[in-house]
T-cell receptor, first 117, second 117 residues
Framework: DTGVSQDPRHKITKRGQNVTFRCDPI?????LYWYRQTLGQGPEFLTY????????KSRLLSDRFSAERPKGSFSTLEIQRTEQGDSAMYLC???????????????FGEGSWLTVV | AQTVTQSQPEMSVQEAETVTLSCTYD???????LFWYKQPPSRQMILVIR??????QNATENRFSVNFQKAAKSFSLKISDSQLGDTAMYFC??????????????FGTGTRLKVLA
């Protein structure tokens, strides 16, 4: 078990550029989540996948943000036309969900820091 | 909408002493889950302890225990015999029961705990 891995760990980009983050969940986990965390705040939910289906999206996820999880394995989060307000840590998490499960502990990656200059 | 409040931005405790971190939440749900996550400096967020709302017994994990008061909507974390490695940000989180169809965690703003030698 190698845990949730994220790449890149740090990204500095100029305003207006596009950036893409990748997340590889724990291998047997069927659920994958993206959260955003700014300094001094707790993580905020962005979106959630069950296998390849994107089942829930936050209103925080503007039309400049898109997430995919082809084949239900790794996921990508793309931010187009970045703005300074997008500067944050983007956290990926995964969990093993089963039919009728009564709880859902999620396991986080180390995050991808984005700085928009 | 659910909210999670952590009213203590920072706390400190002497090594080997006991400290309690506060968390309150607001929900109209009857079935839900509560979590405490730990985020060490520049490290990934890890689960400390979880509590199912339908269970009256407070959860414990080694030196970590919770005081869950459902009627008061309070979920405090007690750390006994504090160790230097407990220094971290601690986040309280809420999740509705899986039957609600959502797996979104709602996090508080965190409490920065420093254990002093």
């Amino acid at each position: 078990d190698t845990g949730v891995s994220q790449d890149p760990r740090h990204k500095i980009t100029k305003r207006g550029q596009n950036v893409t983050f990748r997340c590889d969940p724990i291998s047997e986990h069927n659920r994958l989540y993206w959260y955003r965390q700014t300094l001094g705040q707790g993580p905020e939910f962005l979106t959630y996948f069950q296998n390849e289906a994107q089942l829930e999206k936050s209103r925080l996820l503007s039309d400049r943000f898109s997430a995919e999880r082809p084949k239900g394995s790794f996921s990508t989060l793309e931010i187009q036309r970045t703005e300074q307000g997008d500067s944050a840590m983007y956290l990926c998490a995964s969990s093993l969900g089963q039919a009728g499960d009564s709880g859902n502990t999620i396991y986080f990656g180390e995050g991808s820091w984005l700085t928009v200059v | 909408a659910q909210t999670v409040t952590q009213s203590q931005p920072e706390m400190s405790v002497q090594e080997a002493e006991t400290v309690t971190l506060s968390c309150t939440y607001d929900t109209s749900e009857n079935n839900y889950y509560l979590f405490w996550y730990k985020q060490p400096p520049s490290r990934q967020m890890i689960l400390v302890i979880r509590q199912e709302a339908y269970k009256q017994q407070n959860a414990t994990e080694n030196r970590f225990s919770v005081n869950f008061q459902k009627a008061a909507k309070s979920f405090s974390l007690k750390i006994s015999d504090s160790q230097l490695g407990d220094t971290a940000m601690y986040f309280c989180a809420f999740m509705k029961h899986a039957t609600s169809g959502t797996y979104k965690y709602i996090f508080g703003t965190g409490t920065r705990l420093k254990v002093l030698a």
